[in-house]
């Protein structure tokens, strides 16, 4: 059974993201007509009303992103005239009625519902440091602090610290990473004990490198030979267009191994496991690369790679010509909830909803990572491998999204339909249900998928 609603005439325009808030009462959506919407949840009938309505940026709205509760009601907007915003719900006190303070609250939220008149979304910050249009922005868990991931067209992942949370006014550029310029796996001296990287803190400003630093021409040198190869077969010059490519990024939920966030940029559908440390560069910890250069046999559809890049023969993900890309437009890093393993979900403009299984080294063999690297042996290395590889919508996927287990798996592509993939008894998995506009028009509330559907 699937439990669906509706929200008939949501904006004016192609709806860009919608993302719910920590308790799922409470839905952000934004869209081409500038403008986001908080929805809020009925729970005694299911019904969804409009809580909050603004014009948020001066061009069109690529994502949205909730903050942990912990830190107040804050919400990031992404935007394609190259800015950040973040927005903080405020309560409205009834003595201001005079009418600057109505018309402000109008165009901030205010809506139609009258339960919105008590507050308004304030816009608190402005990140202004891309240098492309911003297509995906996410919270970090709570863990490491109020901090905020970007990426843009410009193929840089940016991190950003609140310097100022009561007032959410000062915002740090931590790292500013070309995700294209990174090395496509990690050098041994890089590869040190990740629970010491968890706990240390920024203040360790004298903390000794483990490697030296890049220099400049190098790294243009890097640059220009990653953007280079990154150019379609067949068609010179193209590049990373917007048109054709796809960013985003998902951070790990887990505290353990410290800041990790999967990234991808650009057409060549590559994800890369980057580590954040607080005191040194980041560092590229695998690369989930679905269209490998050679082609694996057909007996064996996923291989794991032990030199800290995974590859994996999707169907119809362009194999050994190269001749399709499979840009990512979409990453979701499952909740970890005890296990071993991590589940990393990608979907991609080749119609493909792929599922890793990313595997971090066990802490002992971590450890020993240093020792064995100076005894010229292999050092302990995340691997990955892919355990689920569909391409049922036919169509670019839009979206992926786990549930709060991370045992579900969502996904949206253009076909109309959003899937649920699941896994079975044997860690395989397989369909659990879809779900289309269609359906939801016919019958809201409980949808019985059938023989799709698949029991716990």
């Avoid at 493909?352 to 240093?370: N, Q, T």
């Amino acid at each position: 059974m699937i439990q669906t609603g509706l929200i008939p005439s949501a904006h004016s325009d192609h709806v860009t993201d919608a993302s719910y808030d920590f308790y799922g009462l409470r839905l952000a959506t934004c869209s081409l007509d500038q403008r986001v919407k908080i929805w809020k949840l009925d729970e005694s009938n299911g019904q969804w009303s409009l809580e909050h309505d603004w014009k948020a940026h001066d061009a069109a709205v690529s994502k949205v992103s909730w903050a942990h509760p912990e830190f107040g009601t804050i919400l990031a907007t992404a935007s394609f005239d190259r800015t950040v915003k973040i927005w903080e719900q405020q309560t409205v006190s009834p003595l201001d009625t005079d009418g600057s303070a109505q018309q402000q609250q109008q165009l901030n939220g205010a809506g139609s519902s009258s339960s919105a008149s008590a507050s308004r979304f304030v816009e608190r910050a402005m990140l202004v440091d891309a240098k492309g249009t911003v297509r995906s922005v996410e919270f970090a868990p709570s863990h490491f602090g109020l901090k905020l991931a970007t990426i843009a067209s410009d193929n840089c992942l940016r991190i950003y610290e609140c310097l100022e949370q009561p007032s959410l006014a000062s915002w740090q550029l931590l790292e500013e990473v070309d995700v294209l310029a990174l090395p496509a796996t990690a050098s041994p001296t890089t590869r040190s004990a990740a629970q010491s990287l968890s706990l240390a803190t920024p203040t360790q400003t004298n903390a000794p490198l483990d490697s030296a630093s890049v220099s400049l021409v190098a790294h243009a040198l890097q640059q220009q030979a990653s953007q280079s190869g990154s150019q379609v077969p067949g068609r010179p010059g193209l590049g990373t267009r917007e048109a054709d490519g796809g960013w985003s990024i998902s951070w790990c939920k887990d505290k353990y191994w410290g800041e990790v966030i999967a990234a991808g940029c650009g057409i060549d559908g590559i994800v890369k496991i980057i580590q954040i440390p607080p005191s040194r560069r980041p560092t590229t910890l695998l690369s989930l690369n679905p269209s490998p250069t050679s082609t694996a046999a057909p007996s064996d559809p996923a291989r794991t790679s032990t030199n800290g890049s995974s590859d994996a023969g999707g169907n119809g993900s362009g194999g050994g010509d190269g001749a399709k890309t499979c840009a990512v437009t979409s990453i979701a890093w499952a909740p970890s909830c005890g296990r071993s393993y991590h589940l990393v979900a990608t979907g991609a403009r080749d119609g493909h909803v792929r599922i890793w299984r990313v595997k971090p080294p066990a802490p002992g063999d971590e450890l020993d990572a240093g020792a064995g690297a100076e005894e010229g042996e292999d050092a302990a290395q995340w691997t990955a491998s892919v355990v689920g590889d569909f391409d049922d919508h036919k169509s670019a996927v839009g979206r992926v999204e786990w549930n709060i287990t991370g045992t579900v798996l969502s996904s949206a592509g253009n076909d109309g339909r959003v899937r649920l993939w699941k896994m079975t008894a044997g860690n395989v998995w397989r369909p659990a249900g879809h779900i289309s506009v269609e359906q939801a028009e016919e019958q809201q509330g409980d949808v019985d998928m059938g023989e799709a559907a698949v029991d716990d």
